[in-house]
Nanobody, 119 residues
Framework: VQLVESGGGLVQAGGSLRLSCAASGSIFSIYAMGWYRQGLGKERELVAAIGSGGDTYYADSVKGRFTISRDNAKNTQYLQMNSLKPEDTALYYC??????????????WGQGTQVTVSS
């Protein structure tokens, strides 16, 4: 399985970005997906997750601002990020798993896309 992210960039505080992650390869093995991020000098953290049935999880720090979604027909997941803050600056990684739920541990990772929010 290959995961390729796109949509990162530089945005001012209060702005929006939408990240995309396209899956290819043995995509039949993907059941759940999600997004992680890692800021400079910080540990990688789970931002949002989505199951095959559309159930979702959000970290407290992004609730009400970020929305995760997936298009199974396109084998793609998205992360709509609104009201961005400088503390959202990080390398964002797409993750997927053949297990029940990404927070249990991803099997596959993308290469990451940089999001930088200026104050």
């Amino acid at each position: 399985v290959q995961l390729v992210e796109s949509g990162g960039g530089l945005v001012q505080a209060g702005g929006s970005l939408r990240l995309s992650c396209a899956a290819s390869g043995s995509i039949f093995s993907i059941y759940a997906m999600g997004w992680y991020r890692q800021g400079l000098g910080k540990e990688r953290e789970l931002v949002a997750a989505i199951g095959s049935g559309g159930d979702t999880y959000y970290a407290d720090s992004v609730k009400g601002r970020f929305t995760i979604s997936r298009d199974n027909a396109k084998n793609t997941q998205y992360l709509q990020m609104n009201s961005l803050k400088p503390e959202d600056t990080a390398l964002y990684y797409c993750a997927a798993t053949s297990g029940a739920w990404v927070p249990y541990g991803p099997d596959y990772w993308g290469q990451g896309t940089q999001v930088t929010v200026s104050s």
